[in-house]
T-cell receptor, first 113, second 114 residues
Framework: DTEVTQTPKHLVMGMTNKKSLKCEQH?????MYWYKQKAKKPPELMFV???????INESVPSRFSPECPNSSLLNLHLHALQPEDSALYLC????????????FGPGTRLTVT | GQQLNQSPQSMFIQEGEDVSMNCTSS?????WLWYKQDPGEGPVLLIA?????ELTSNGRLTAQFGITRKDSFLNISASIPSDVGIYFC??????????????FGKGTKLSVKP
């Protein structure tokens, strides 16, 4: 099973709202990632968790707050977003290490109004 | 920083044609990955390559890890309409290859020839 699930599929939120994106995997992977993807561009790395600890933060604004409550779950908490934050948000997982393939979820299409 | 040059940027296919695309880099990678992404969906892993010179197939898809470790190509044989989409190459760096150092190419968009 190489499935990563993400909820919700679509999300529309105002700039004053607080919302969360959720990601789940049951492949036993101990590394999980958040990516942001704008239209016609490749995914851009936001955060990396390794063994449930944040290991990489690619200078992401604090209005994005990741959380890894256990080895299967990854959340991205959103607060006071801007319209330019509208994008496809992708979760991925892999084994820990520098050489392992990453498996992506279907993404959450976020629109900030 | 490390960058991948993926070409072509776009191409039109007619059913039954073979398709080729490639990625090159000025840096060495120790793993090459090829993904396909449909509109509004996440990238789906097609092929993973781990050794220089490695040639790997997945159905009608064949990919190779260049012997210099700086390039990779993907071939699709006998294309069908469902092959349309965006194909991304991605490399995992050898140096500074900390967790998550996945470098993406800009993608090759396959469309059906009108």
């Amino acid at each position: 099973d190489t499935e990563v699930t993400q909820t919700p599929k679509h999300l529309v939120m105002g700039m004053t709202n607080k919302k969360s994106l959720k990601c789940e995997q049951h492949m036993g992977h101990r590394a999980m990632y958040w990516y942001k993807q704008k239209a016609k561009k490749p995914p851009e790395l936001m955060f990396v968790y390794s063994y449930e600890k944040l290991s990489i933060n690619e200078s992401v604004p604090s209005r994005f707050s990741p959380e890894c409550p256990n080895s299967s779950l990854l959340n991205l908490h959103l607060h006071a977003l801007q319209p330019e934050d509208s994008a496809l948000y992708l979760c991925a997982s892999s084994q820990v290490g520098a050489s392992y393939e990453q498996y992506f979820g279907p993404g959450t299409r976020l629109t900030v109004t | 920083g490390q960058q991948l040059n993926q070409s072509p940027q776009s191409m039109f296919i007619q059913e039954g044609e073979d398709v080729s695309m490639n990625c090159t880099s000025s840096s060495i990678f120790n793993t090459w990955l090829w993904y396909k992404q449909d509109p509004g969906e996440g990238p789906v892993l097609l092929i993973a390559l781990y050794k220089a010179g490695e040639l790997t197939s997945n159905g009608r898809l064949t990919a190779q890890f260049g012997i210099t470790r700086k390039d990779s190509f993907l071939n699709i044989s006998a294309s069908i309409p469902s092959d349309v989409g965006i194909y991304f190459c991605a490399g995992l760096g050898l140096y500074g290859g900390s967790q998550g150092n996945l470098i993406f190419g800009k993608g090759t968009k396959l469309s059906v020839k009108p």
